[in-house]
């Protein structure tokens, strides 16, 4: 299950992952992006990864088609996980051009939300 929780950060968006990963939850998730981009140049993402089954076989297909159509729109990920295989993922992930993508651990929001803030020079 994917769920996006409300916040009053303007340019962040947060997800929690729980059980297994569908292609409806995939896709619900695609459209929730979607609304939540329509203002914004670029977001980051606090990825919150909780308990996770795995993926489906169609929801790893949709997630990337996800990741192809909109790694410009997306700036830094923030993973907070006790998964390791996912931490690893995260050091993959951080070959894709314009993203960075940084595993933290759980209660270490305000060091991600630091961090998202944070600019090279």
């Given amino acids: 299950m994917i769920a996006v929780k409300p916040n009053d950060l303007e340019t962040v968006l947060e997800v929690v992952v ?3 990963v569908t292609k409806e939850d995939m896709e619900d998730f695609e459209a929730r992006f ?4 329509e203002s914004k140049d670029q977001v980051n993402v606090l990825l919150a990864v909780h308990e996770i089954e ?3 076989l169609k929801a790893l297909v949709a997630d990337l088609k996800f990741s192809a159509s909109h790694w410009k729109e997306v700036n830094k ?3 907070f996980t006790d998964k390791k295989w996912i931490e ?3 050091m ?4 894709l051009p314009g993203i960075e993508v940084k595993p933290f651990d759980f209660g270490e929001r305000e060091q991600a939300l630091k961090w998202f ?3 090279e020079v």
Avoid: C, L, P
Wanted: charged letters at 25%; proline letters at 0%.
């Fill in 18 to 20: 729980t059980g297994k």
């Fill in 34 to 37: 979607r609304r939540e981009k």
């Fill in 54 to 56: 795995g993926y489906s």
């Fill in 77 to 79: 990920i923030a993973v």
């Fill in 88 to 90: 690893f993922s995260t």
């Fill in 92 to 95: 993959v992930s951080n070959s």
């Fill in 117 to 119: 803030s944070w600019r």
